[in-house]
């Protein structure tokens, strides 16, 4: 299976309930795609008027293609997390979240078709981006990383994107 056809199963998969913007330039920097989910909960007492509560849940993924994962493009992927992801697409540009925030998922997919060194592989499972908003009553942020080998078939994610391995794992298997 080339990097293509793996994408375009994987953009196929998150079409239902991400808006997927393909070749997105971000920050000067062109990426595959660009994703994004939305999902407001609330409850209220017999009408809208009396709320209980209301609750946000976002998740935003990039997808980037390398030809081999370095410790440049690692460090490349916290840069885009921490200076772009978190204070743009998260807060606004704000000090916090916007009201009844409860949490985002920030996604980063990295595609190669090298195989993932041994060191390199043990520095993405070690990754961690995790940031509370006045002390979580603002919710939180999650920084998630999956690099897929292609030509191998092999999945490396931090702590965070382990949830991630099962649909990229399915990916594979389908003929």
Do not use: C
């Amino acid at each position: 299976m080339t990097t293509g056809e793996y994408f375009n199963r994987i953009t196929e998969q998150y079409k239902g309930t991400f808006d997927i913007y393909r070749d997105k330039e971000i920050n000067g920097e062109k990426y595959l795609a660009y994703g994004h989910f939305y999902s407001h909960s609330e409850k209220y007492l017999l009408v809208k008027e009396v709320q209980l509560w209301e609750a946000k849940s976002y998740e935003h993924i990039i997808f980037m293609d390398v030809s081999e994962m370095t410790i440049n493009v690692l460090n490349k992927t916290d840069e885009l997390l921490k200076e772009y992801m978190e204070p743009f697409l998260v807060r606004k540009g704000e000090k916090y979240p916007e009201k009844n925030h409860m949490y985002t998922f920030l996604t980063v997919v990295i595609f190669t078709s090298k195989r993932i060194s041994d060191d390199i592989k043990r520095k993405i499972e070690k990754y961690k981006f995790e940031k509370n908003y006045l002390f979580s009553i603002r919710g939180y942020s999650s920084g998630r990383i999956a690099v897929i080998d292609v030509e191998n078939m092999k999945i490396t994610t931090n702590k965070a994107g382990k949830v991630l391995n099962k649909l990229y794992e399915r990916i594979f298997e389908q003929k």
